[in-house]
């Protein structure tokens, strides 16, 4: 009974937002997914179209099929991290298979010779967005043990209201204080029932200042990170074809977000006079909400061989839910401190993340029906994405913090595409700067791609093969570790996509 009334608890807990930079960035940003074509040119799409994943750049794109059709792409992820953490390396590898492309596009042509219409065309399509699957390993002996980050939370909190009550379960009261209180009240009492810390007056009620329970110079730490989920896009594109030259077109997109994160974190290694010997601490992250966005866009043939195109992305809006659950343990934690498990759960309110806009240009060049080259340019300012409401204090200061923190994100693609009767060979190039205005926090990305197509007429087969890398720091918590691991990442795709001609 007692678990089932903590559940109950958890559900009708709302807490402080405790959302930050990391939340941003998390949904601001996309991998390149999609189609196999579209990935084996690095997604420079932007003057092409042609293809159900350039829609994401050129919402004009769908009028340039020549009929209707579908395709359906699916997608390996082979996600290799190796983090360096005070000199220690540690690796991780991830893989998953997903149905990464599902759509269709309808195209009717004009029967009135008269009109400056050519043709229309109406399209639906998803794209998964982004692909949360991933996991980090990081391990090495550090000087910056975990008690530092309950000392940040804790110095300043006044220890009376930390205590637990008469009658009350524990779960309860950390329940109760993450409501009431606030987050940073709740990792205080976490960090004092779980050993950790103790107030220096242990007897004054109006006591804010604590002193560590832990001994050492060094410690060893060990930090487990696996994430999954996705953030999918489900795209309404109308376009048409305005005399020869011209095609225009719109899209409204429709998303949905499913993240979940859980964290590992064990510490030893203390000096052996110390009371503490081992700490354990744990915390899950889950995510869910949709968004929606727009984009409009055009594509100018200028002769038979040059094509330009723009595309204006809108900010997409998204309306989020979080939970929140974590565990402690240590040699000198509150005998019931297990009762507080991933059972017991703090709900935060709804809330909403605007991401940047974003301008696209870009340039064909076709070659007949041997083959052609394409280059993309996006721009996207990412100190212009918010956490609301605005009227949220603590969201204020973060959207300050990210206003200065991040700058304009510059991408450059480039693709290719050469045919030798029914088969296309294709090539790509992809450049993604820094979100960061330090450009370390988060590095610039780099990417390749390399592709097959085989033309069967009626329908095509096509594999790609994309490689990314992109460097990162790390933070193993948000307080009390300043010196974070240094990540790698290395982010292989292998995809195979089946299209249909109706």
Same mark, same amino acid.
């Given at each position: 009974?007692?678990?089932?009334?903590?559940?109950?608890?958890?559900?009708?807990?709302?807490?402080?937002?405790?959302?930050?930079?990391?939340?941003?960035?998390?949904?601001?940003?996309?991998?390149?997914? *999609?189609?196999?074509?579209?990935?084996?040119?690095?997604?420079?799409?932007?003057?092409?179209?042609?293809?159900?994943?350039?829609?994401?750049?050129?919402?004009?794109?769908?009028?340039?099929?020549?009929?209707?059709?579908?395709?359906?792409?699916?997608?390996?992820?082979?996600?290799?991290?190796?983090?360096?953490?005070?000199?220690?390396?540690?690796?991780?590898?991830?893989?998953?298979?997903?149905?990464?492309?599902?759509?269709?596009?309808?195209?009717?042509?004009?029967? &009135?010779?008269?009109?400056?219409?050519?043709?229309?065309?109406?399209?639906?399509?998803?794209?998964?967005?982004?692909?949360?699957?991933?996991?980090?390993?990081?391990?090495?002996?550090? &000087?910056?043990?975990?008690?530092?980050?309950?000392?940040?939370?804790?110095?300043?909190?006044?220890?009376?209201?930390?205590?637990?009550?008469?009658?009350?379960?524990? =779960?309860?009261?950390?329940?109760?204080?993450?409501?009431?209180?606030?987050?940073? =009240?709740?990792?205080?009492?976490?960090?004092?029932?779980? *050993?950790?810390?103790?107030?220096?007056?242990?007897?004054?009620?109006?006591?804010?200042?604590?002193?560590?329970?832990?001994?050492?110079?060094?410690?060893?730490?060990?930090?487990?990170?696996?994430?999954?989920?996705?953030?999918?896009?489900?795209?309404?594109?109308?376009?048409?074809?305005?005399?020869?030259?011209?095609?225009?077109?719109?899209?409204?997109?429709?998303?949905?977000?499913?993240?979940?994160?859980?964290?590992?974190?064990?510490?030893?290694?203390?000096?052996?006079?110390?009371?503490?010997?081992?700490? &354990?601490?744990?915390?899950?992250?889950?995510?869910?909400?949709?968004?929606?966005?727009?984009?409009?866009?055009?594509?100018?043939?200028?002769?038979?061989?040059?094509?330009?195109?723009?595309?204006?992305?809108?900010?997409?809006?998204?309306?989020?839910?979080?939970?929140?659950?974590?565990?402690?343990?240590?040699?000198?934690?509150?005998?019931?401190?297990?009762?507080?498990?991933?059972?017991?759960?703090?709900?935060?309110?709804?809330?909403?993340?605007?991401?940047?806009?974003?301008?696209?240009?870009?340039?064909?060049?076709?070659? *007949?029906?041997?083959?052609?080259?394409?280059?993309?340019?996006?721009?996207?300012?990412?100190?212009?994405?918010?956490?609301?409401?605005?009227?949220?204090?603590?969201?204020?200061? =973060?959207?300050?913090?990210?206003?200065?923190?991040?700058?304009?994100?510059?991408?450059?693609?480039?693709?290719?595409?050469?045919?030798?009767?029914?088969?296309?060979?294709? *090539?790509?190039?992809?450049?993604?700067?820094?979100?960061?205005?330090?450009?370390?926090?988060?590095?610039?990305?780099?990417?390749?791609?390399?592709?097959?197509?085989?033309?069967?007429?009626?329908?095509?087969?096509?594999?790609?093969?994309?490689?990314?890398?992109?460097?990162?720091?790390?933070?193993?918590?948000?307080?009390?570790?300043?010196?974070?691991?240094?990540?790698?990442?290395?982010?292989? &795709?292998?995809?195979?996509?089946?299209?249909?001609?109706?």
């Amino acid at each position: 009974m007692k678990k089932f009334l903590t559940f109950i608890t958890g559900l009708l807990c709302l807490t402080a937002t405790a959302q930050n930079i990391d939340d941003v960035l998390r949904y601001s940003t996309e991998n390149l997914q *999609g189609t196999a074509r579209f990935q084996g040119m690095a997604g420079a799409f932007g003057a092409l179209g042609g293809d159900m994943s350039a829609l994401n750049i050129n919402p004009a794109g769908s009028s340039v099929f020549a009929n209707s059709l579908f395709t359906i792409t699916g997608a390996n992820y082979h996600q290799n991290n190796e983090s360096t953490y005070f000199g220690s390396l540690g690796s991780e590898v991830r893989n998953s298979l997903d149905i990464n492309q599902l759509g269709g596009v309808f195209v009717f042509n004009s029967r &009135n010779s008269n009109s400056p219409w050519q043709k229309i065309a109406l399209a639906i399509n998803y794209d998964m967005a982004r692909n949360f699957d991933n996991e980090v390993y990081t391990f090495g002996n550090s &000087n910056q043990g975990i008690d530092n980050y309950f000392l940040n939370f804790a110095n300043g909190v006044p220890f009376g209201p930390l205590q637990i009550q008469d009658g009350e379960f524990i =779960e309860e009261a950390y329940l109760d204080i993450g409501a009431n209180l606030g987050f940073r =009240e709740q990792q205080a009492f976490l960090g004092y029932y779980g *050993g950790i810390i103790d107030p220096v007056d242990e007897s004054d009620n109006n006591n804010t200042a604590y002193v560590s329970n832990a001994q050492y110079n060094t410690v060893d730490q060990e930090y487990f990170k696996r994430t999954n989920g996705y953030n999918s896009k489900l795209t309404m594109n109308f376009s048409g074809q305005y005399q020869q030259n011209l095609f225009i077109g719109a899209s409204l997109n429709f998303h949905t977000v499913f993240y979940d994160q859980y964290t590992e974190f064990t510490e030893t290694g203390y000096d052996a006079g110390s009371e503490i010997q081992f700490v &354990n601490f744990d915390n899950y992250l889950r995510t869910e909400g949709s968004g929606f966005s727009f984009s409009l866009g055009a594509i100018a043939l200028l002769n038979e061989n040059v094509r330009l195109g723009g595309s204006y992305q809108s900010p997409t809006w998204y309306r989020l839910l979080d939970d929140t659950s974590q565990r402690i343990n240590s040699d000198l934690a509150d005998s019931e401190i297990g009762f507080i498990d991933f059972n017991v759960v703090n709900l935060f309110e709804e809330y909403t993340i605007k991401t940047p806009s974003k301008l696209t240009g870009s340039l064909a060049i076709v070659f *007949g029906p041997q083959g052609l080259l394409s280059f993309d340019y996006g721009h996207q300012d990412m100190s212009q994405a918010e956490l609301r409401p605005l009227s949220d204090p603590s969201f204020s200061d =973060e959207n300050s913090f990210i206003a200065a923190q991040l700058g304009v994100v510059n991408t450059y693609r480039i693709g290719g595409e050469y045919r030798i009767d029914n088969v296309s060979l294709r *090539g790509g190039y992809r450049f993604e700067s820094s979100p960061y205005v330090d450009g370390v926090t988060i590095g610039d990305l780099e990417a390749v791609s390399f592709g097959l197509g085989f033309n069967f007429g009626g329908s095509r087969l096509d594999l790609a093969f994309s490689r990314s890398e992109q460097n990162a720091q790390s933070q193993l918590f948000s307080t009390g570790f300043p010196s974070p691991s240094l990540v790698n990442n290395i982010n292989t &795709n292998i995809l195979l996509g089946y299209t249909l001609n109706l």
